[in-house]
């Protein structure tokens, strides 16, 4: 479980540029819900990464595509 932490953090710290404080909330959030899906029996490290990422991203609303300026036009 660490280790897919740890690498959700290392590719989440590629995507956007942050500050220390919002780096130690996001792996506070992750590690959270990382931790319910490994009690729920997720035990495959790669799938926990791709949702701890998955995670993370619709927290900041980076999959948002309204926000992202997506319009539709």
Same mark, same amino acid.
Do not use: P, S, W
């Given at each position: =479980?660490?280790? $897919?932490?740890?690498?959700? =953090?290392?590719?989440? %710290? +590629?995507? $956007? &540029?942050?500050?220390?404080? !919002? &780096? %130690?909330? $996001?792996? !506070? @959030?992750? *590690? ?6 490994? /009690?729920?029996? /997720?035990?495959? $490290? ?6 701890? #990422?998955?995670? #993370?991203?619709?927290? %900041?609303?980076? *999959?948002?595509?309204? @926000? !992202?300026?997506?319009?539709? +036009?």
């Amino acid at each position: =479980m660490e280790a $897919a932490i740890d690498r959700i =953090m290392q590719t989440y %710290d +590629l995507l $956007a &540029n942050r500050t220390a404080a !919002a &780096n %130690d909330e $996001a792996r !506070a @959030k992750v *590690t959270e819900y990382v931790r319910t899906l490994f /009690e729920a029996g /997720e035990t495959d $490290a790669h799938r926990l990464t791709v949702c701890g #990422l998955t995670y #993370l991203r619709q927290l %900041d609303g980076t *999959t948002d595509h309204v @926000k !992202a300026g997506y319009t539709g +036009l």
